[in-house]
């Protein structure tokens, strides 16, 4: 398929990144462009290609030595393999957090943290976002660098002393009772300081907008013309059933009512369709759901116009899980894949950065 031509009228694109711990999903997005004629690309997440690196230099049986930013903690297995072998391994302070947040627990594994690669180590760089690794693709590609990058990345958050579960909470607490459930407040110009992955993020694309991809993923559904309008008419519930977590939020008038998070691996279809019905109904606690090893449950008073939320929307790498319930599949712009990149698209929109979509 042809695309359109370029013209020295058209805006520069907006990369659009979700890094998640399996696949990284990108939209280079052009406002004037149909999301049809985008490119778009589906590619191994940075910490999966880091983690296969590792493996390599275990097998090899040489040091390793980490350097960079607080990244996703997907090699964190390959990185214990790789102790488990009596390999030494380092690494720089902020690379250290990619895998813990206490780094004495971390050295107590037998990982040393310095500044300086160690003699005969080989160096690997840590980051969600590598800015010569896309100069280089989208030159390759034909493609224009971007007038501005936004992405997302899970972020339990940095809290010393307390429960990471606990602390994430805190992220859709902010949405439920200081946005009121307006999803426009997920797509964050100022990063909260305990989500330290999401400030080396956006230090990394040159300071433009992070979401969490649970916060992402929301928006994409909203990005669907059809879902917005069928969301005003009466409350629907959507989920996202990742490679590592489960979020479902409550939607309705343009407003996020309720949220819900656990791990994707605990769950079983028949026990996430149970909970989802009580969370449906404002029956689930959020003490149930974390003493469940999930992050919880939170919601504001539900209105009676949503006529009890019904309606299940599942999307994610993981959705066959709720295959053959009373659910539906959708594909906001096309692309399931791609959900969390139409999502950061749909937040600059809401937040007036973009303008309407056809």
């Given at each position: 398929?042809?695309?359109?031509?370029?013209?020295?009228?058209?805006?520069?694109?907006?990369?659009?990144?979700?890094?998640?711990?399996?696949?990284?999903?990108?939209?280079?997005?052009?406002?004037?462009?149909?999301?049809?004629?985008?490119?778009?690309?589906?590619?191994?997440?940075?910490a999966?290609?880091?983690?296969?690196?590792?493996?390599?230099?275990?097998?090899?049986?040489?040091a390793?030595?980490?350097?960079?930013?607080?990244?996703?903690?997907?090699?964190?297995?390959?990185?214990?393999?790789?102790?488990?072998?009596?390999?030494?391994?380092?690494?720089?302070?902020?690379?250290?957090?990619?895998?813990?947040?206490?780094?004495?627990?971390?050295?107590?594994?037998?990982?040393?943290?310095?500044?300086?690669?160690?003699?005969?180590?080989?160096?690997?760089?840590?980051a969600?976002?590598?800015?010569?690794?896309?100069?280089?693709?989208?030159?390759?590609?034909?493609?224009?660098?971007?007038?501005?990058?936004?992405?997302?990345?899970?972020?339990?958050?940095?809290?010393?002393?307390?429960?990471?579960?606990?602390?994430?909470?805190?992220?859709?607490?902010?949405?439920?009772?200081?946005?009121?459930?307006?999803?426009?407040?997920?797509?964050?110009?100022?990063?909260?300081?305990?989500?330290?992955?999401?400030?080396?993020l956006?230090?990394?694309?040159?300071?433009?907008?992070?979401?969490?991809?649970?916060?992402?993923?929301?928006?994409?559904?909203?990005?669907?013309p059809?879902?917005?309008?069928?969301?005003?008419?009466?409350?629907?519930?959507?989920?996202?059933?990742?490679?590592?977590h489960?979020?479902?939020?409550?939607?309705?008038?343009?407003?996020?009512?309720?949220?819900?998070?656990?791990?994707?691996?605990?769950?079983?279809?028949?026990?996430?369709?149970?909970?989802?019905?009580?969370?449906?109904?404002?029956?689930?606690?959020?003490?149930?759901?974390?003493?469940?090893?999930?992050?919880?449950?939170?919601?504001?008073?539900?209105?009676?116009?949503?006529?009890?939320?019904?309606?299940?929307?599942?999307?994610?790498?993981?959705?066959?899980?709720?295959?053959?319930?009373?659910?539906?599949?959708?594909?906001?712009?096309?692309d399931?894949?791609?959900?969390?990149?139409?999502?950061?698209?749909?937040?600059?929109?809401?937040?007036?950065?973009?303008?309407?979509?056809?």
């Amino acid at each position: 398929m042809e695309l359109p031509p370029e013209t020295s009228q058209s805006p520069a694109p907006v990369l659009c990144l979700d890094i998640g711990s399996g696949t990284q999903d990108v939209l280079l997005y052009y406002p004037d462009r149909e999301v049809e004629n985008c490119p778009k690309l589906v590619i191994p997440a940075p910490a999966r290609v880091l983690a296969g690196r590792i493996r390599e230099l275990t097998a090899r049986g040489r040091a390793l030595h980490l350097y960079g930013h607080n990244m996703g903690g997907g090699f964190g297995g390959a990185v214990r393999a790789h102790l488990a072998a009596k390999l030494p391994v380092s690494c720089t302070e902020s690379a250290a957090y990619s895998l813990a947040d206490d780094l004495d627990a971390l050295r107590a594994q037998g990982c040393s943290i310095t500044p300086d690669c160690p003699d005969g180590a080989e160096a690997l760089f840590c980051a969600d976002f590598d800015a010569s690794f896309w100069n280089a693709a989208l030159e390759a590609l034909g493609l224009p660098r971007p007038g501005l990058v936004t992405a997302c990345v899970q972020d339990h958050g940095f809290h010393p002393g307390q429960s990471n579960r606990r602390g994430r909470f805190v992220l859709w607490e902010r949405l439920l009772v200081e946005a009121q459930g307006h999803p426009e407040s997920l797509l964050y110009e100022s990063v909260p300081a305990e989500f330290t992955r999401l400030l080396d993020l956006q230090r990394s694309i040159g300071g433009g907008p992070v979401a969490d991809t649970g916060a992402a993923a929301v928006l994409g559904g909203l990005f669907e013309p059809s879902l917005r309008n069928r969301a005003e008419e009466r409350g629907l519930t959507l989920v996202n059933i990742g490679n590592s977590h489960t979020v479902a939020f409550l939607v309705y008038q343009g407003r996020i009512w309720g949220v819900y998070e656990h791990h994707t691996g605990l769950l079983d279809a028949d026990r996430l369709w149970s909970q989802l019905a009580r969370f449906r109904r404002g029956e689930l606690g959020f003490e149930e759901i974390f003493d469940d090893r999930g992050h919880g449950t939170m919601r504001l008073e539900l209105p009676v116009q949503a006529q009890g939320f019904a309606p299940t929307l599942v999307l994610g790498p993981r959705r066959g899980l709720l295959a053959g319930y009373d659910v539906e599949f959708p594909a906001p712009g096309g692309d399931m894949m791609l959900t969390g990149a139409f999502g950061l698209v749909e937040g600059l929109r809401l937040r007036g950065q973009l303008k309407e979509r056809f």
